[in-house]
């Protein structure tokens, strides 16, 4: 059955740091692989998706994420948060032409101090 | 957003009445989704459409119904609302690249 780990609950970093949240997943091919994020008392806002190709994907607001298949990763980096990036952030995986589900992680809480 | 509007924004009600929500979207989606969102959980998959009168069961589906007569219109219906159904409500489609877009999502508080 498809699952996805998020294994950090709550992060916090400086403003200008480096970011890594962590993503795991199980599945028994390669599937479609998403980050969203939402922002307090709003919907998700999807951040980068995976599909298939080039491993290293970019997505908005200035956020990558790297597919690993040997770890069943798909870590969500930035170099340099910035203080609006303070919300929670979801992976989510959904299996290659079947839009029927979507799984998503329990998701990381990422709070920025200045 | 993908034209997806969810309606109300905000309900309160009291156990044991029914209660509809509605997801509305602009843009003639096959797919559909509704999901709940819970501290500790993330989402959760509730009740998911493929079509005009096809639709299926997610994880916690007990308590629930869905119906969709139309494409546009994809409603959530809780029979008679317990204070466990207490969440948000979270309407997503799915284009068919696979991508998922949500609504805004309704808070109900089930008193």
């Known amino acids: 059955a498809q699952s996805v780990t998020q294994p950090d609950i709550h992060i916090t970093v400086s403003e200008g740091a480096s970011l890594e949240l962590r993503c795991n997943y199980s599945?028994?091919?390669?599937?479609?692989l998403f980050w969203y994020v939402q922002s307090p008392g709003q919907g998700l806002q999807l951040l980068l998706k995976?599909?298939?190709?080039?491993?290293l994907v970019q997505g908005i607001k200035g956020f990558e994420a790297e597919f690993k298949r040997s770890q069943s990763s798909f870590n969500l980096r930035k170099p340099s948060v910035h203080w609006s990036d303070a919300a929670e952030y979801f992976c989510?995986?959904?299996?290659?032409?079947?839009?029927?589900?979507?799984?998503f992680g329990t998701g990381t809480r990422l709070q920025v101090f200045p | 957003d993908a034209g997806i509007t969810q309606s109300p924004r905000h309900k309160v009600t009291e156990t044991g009445t029914p209660v509809t929500l509605r997801c509305h979207q602009t843009?003639?989606?096959?797919?559909m989704y509704w999901y709940r969102q819970d501290p500790g959980h993330g989402l959760r998959l509730i009740h998911y459409?493929?079509?005009?009168?096809?639709?299926d069961k997610g994880e916690v589906s007990d308590g629930y119904s869905v119906s969709r007569s139309k494409t546009e219109d994809f409603l959530l219906t809780l029979e008679s609302a317990t204070s466990s159904q207490t969440s948000v409500y979270f309407c997503?489609?799915?284009?068919?690249?696979?991508?998922?877009?949500f609504g805004q999502g309704t808070r109900l508080t089930v008193v």
């Open positions: 997503a489609i799915r284009t068919e690249r696979g991508e998922a877009f």
């Open positions: 599945y028994g091919a390669t599937p479609y």
């Open positions: 995976y599909f298939s190709g080039d491993t």
């Open positions: 989510a995986v959904g299996a290659p032409y079947n839009t029927d589900k979507l799984i």
């Open positions: 843009e003639n989606h096959r797919y």
């Open positions: 459409s493929y079509g005009v009168k096809d639709t």
